[in-house]
């Protein structure tokens, strides 16, 4: 029983290592179109908001009008 | 609820309600981060062609906004005002890079004489490296090129915001994105 999950568990990570290396072929009809796509695949590295976070600790709190707060939300 | 006691909420908001990007930032410039960062990084990324420039371009782009914040007057959207002082970054960037090292872009005729349909699809593969192609790509082109397609690409910019951001008029941006298309079409199909 336990050889028998072994092997399942062996098969799910070969047809998902099968699954991660298969290409699917696009078609893009500008150079925008591929770019917005690769725009959307992209991720921002968390490390620049906790570098930008520390920078801001840093800065003088800015005079800032309690409305424009609010107005802002 | 009286006015007062609105005031009072609104400025007093619980900070579970705040992104959790960046808590020492007043919530409406962490909202702003949160929404327009991929887009800041995107551009630098794809426009210095570094991911390292581009971390410390993002950093340095929305410290300055932080900065302008409270002289953010909503002339122009939060997206144009941010890509302006992105726009504005890297060139300098660039520019102090070009004067040390000598850069310069390919000739513009090279691509007016390439054998390459705009009207045919790009077909790619979805592979690791598509990013990689896309710079290799961008980075044949003369930046003006580069620059043009990165904020076209961008479906919340304007013909109008597009050109204000890179100070030529809307018919001069589509007559240069045509040419802009081609040259990429004919660098693209180089990387396969």
Partial sequence: ?73 | MGVESFVEDALTEPAAAHPPVLPSAPRDFAELYATHSRAVYYLALRYLGDHEKAEDATHDVFLKAYRKWDEFRGDSSHRTWLYRITVNHCLNLRQSWASRNLISNADDAVWETAPARTDSPLRVLETKELGQRIQGALEELPKEYRLLLLLVADEQLSYDEVAALTDQTADAVRGKLHRARKAFAVVFAKTA
């Fill in chain 1, 1 to 73: 029983m336990k050889q028998e999950k072994k092997l399942t568990q062996r098969e799910q990570e070969q047809l998902s290592e099968k699954q991660s290396q298969q290409t699917e072929a696009r078609d893009f009809a500008s150079a925008e179109e591929l770019l917005r796509h690769d725009a959307g695949r992209t991720q921002v590295p968390p490390a620049i908001a906790k570098r930008l976070d520390e920078s801001i600790q840093r800065e003088p709190k800015p005079p800032k009008s309690w409305w424009k707060r609010i107005t802002r939300g």
